[in-house]
């Protein structure tokens, strides 16, 4: 399977005779958090909030995680609810999701993607590469617009690192503009520069 890394695994049957067991789960943790008085967020419908007493709670759905943040004392009252209908192991303060880390003081929040990068550079061999003062080399549309050189030697490759890379504008802002520009390459047929 090794050598065929762009190729799909279609699924005939589900692994363990779970197809249907997901949306049930999701089905009830759903209604239950909406009788709590939870409203459901129009833009991820994972993520639920609630207003209690001027202070904001907010729960966050994981496949089979539940996520809750809020002042403490609000955050113990419905560790108890939820506690009372669902099985639950609370693993207290998260530092590291979804390769996003989060260091947290009184009054303070720090994220950081450092693991990630690292794993990153790891992967795609450039743990000794140079950095940059600036995420892009400035007029990269202008140098790679007529581009004509040959095929790059993995395309595959390079739609991984961008694609993994996508997910570093959520703490690294400065590569917004570097990524967009990148993305006008994933599509295309790529060519050397």
């Not at 779970?18 to 994972?46: C, E, M």
């Not at 909030?49 to 202070?55: A, E, I, L, P, R």
């Not at 669902?86 to 390769?99: A, P, Q, S, T, V």
């Not at 694609?163 to 990524?179: E, K, M, P, R, Y």
């Amino acid at each position: 399977m090794k050598d065929k890394k762009t190729h799909v695994c279609r699924l005939k049957k589900a692994p363990y005779g779970l197809k249907q067991a997901p949306r049930a789960w999701y089905a009830h943790i759903d209604s239950y958090l909406v009788k709590l008085g939870f409203t459901r967020s129009n833009a991820d419908p994972n993520l639920y909030f609630k207003v209690v007493q001027g202070m904001a709670l907010i729960l966050v759905l994981y496949v089979n995680d539940l996520f809750l943040t809020s002042s403490e004392p609000l955050m113990l009252e419905y560790k108890r609810e939820l506690t009372s209908e669902f099985e639950k192991m609370d693993l207290g303060l998260r530092h590291y999701f979804l390769g996003l880390e989060a260091w947290q003081r009184p009054g303070e929040i720090f994220l950081s993607q450092r693991k990630y990068v690292v794993k990153l550079l790891e992967i795609f061999g450039m743990v000794e590469c140079k950095s940059l003062t600036t995420s892009i080399v400035m007029n990269f549309e202008k140098l790679c617009g007529d581009a004509t050189g040959p095929d790059l030697a993995n395309p595959f490759e390079y739609r991984q690192l961008f694609g993994a890379s996508i997910f570093l504008v959520n703490t690294c802002l400065d590569t917004c503009f570097a990524v967009n520009t990148l993305s006008q390459f994933t599509i295309e047929p790529l060519h050397a520069h």
